[in-house]
T-cell receptor
């Protein structure tokens, strides 16, 4: 299994509070991604990173920000959580662009009350 | 954005039956992939396809990259209980350089009845 660790695995928070999810990899892969998974929507890309300090928006980036200060860590932040951000969040890594072979973490389940 | 239409949404089958699911798109993809997700876990790559017309097998799984580059199918032969899960197709479009990840279908839930 690819060395990807997500934390926390489960979190319950209240509307309006900030939340940060962490993805840590030990594979030294250049590309990292944050997806959210919701019933009826499959997996949708939030943000991605193609190197340290290099990030870009995905399909559903509103309300989210990311940071990557080290190769191994990719943080996803919800500045002010809303109930619509209740979801399961997956981090994924890839060794190179164009290869398409993403390796996923185990997911972080976030509930916003 | 691009969309993948994956069907069927769910399948209820008997153990030992063959399974077939497919994915179509209005856009051309350069790579097609199939993932499986078990409950409480992240998706795991099953098969990757890189050329139009390519037919690839992985054990009881067979997948094909459509000639038009707009579709792909996955077959599972002689299903067993551990095949239960959600199967996702995914496509990669390299027009943006490929760094922006994959577009995923909404998944096919495979349920095996005893």
């Amino acid at each position: 299994d690819a060395g990807i660790t997500q934390s926390p695995r489960h979190k319950v928070t209240e509307t309006g509070t900030p939340v940060t999810l962490r993805c840590h990899q030990t594979e030294n892969h250049r590309y990292m991604y944050w997806y959210r998974q919701d019933p009826g929507h499959g997996l949708r890309l939030i943000h991605y990173s193609y190197g340290v300090k290099d990030t870009d928006k995905g399909e559903v980036s509103d309300g989210y920000s990311v940071s990557r200060s080290k190769t191994e860590d990719f943080l996803l932040t919800l500045e002010s959580a809303t109930s619509s951000q209740t979801s399961v969040y997956f981090c994924a890594i890839s060794e190179s662009s164009g290869a398409g072979e993403l390796f996923f973490g185990e997911g972080s389940r976030l509930t916003v009350l | 954005g691009q969309q993948l239409n994956q069907s069927p949404q769910s399948m209820f089958i008997q153990e030992g039956e063959d399974v077939s699911m497919n994915c179509t798109s209005s856009s051309i993809f350069n790579t097609w992939l199939w993932y499986k997700q078990d409950p409480g876990e992240g998706p795991v790559l099953l098969i990757a396809l890189y050329k139009a017309g390519e037919l690839t097998s992985n054990g009881r799984l067979t997948a094909q990259f459509g000639i038009t580059r707009k579709d792909s199918f996955l077959n599972i032969s002689a299903s067993i209980p551990s095949d239960v899960g959600i199967y996702f197709c995914a496509g990669e479009d390299l027009t943006g350089g490929g760094a922006d990840g994959l577009t995923f279908g909404k998944g096919t839930h495979l349920i095996i009845q005893p």
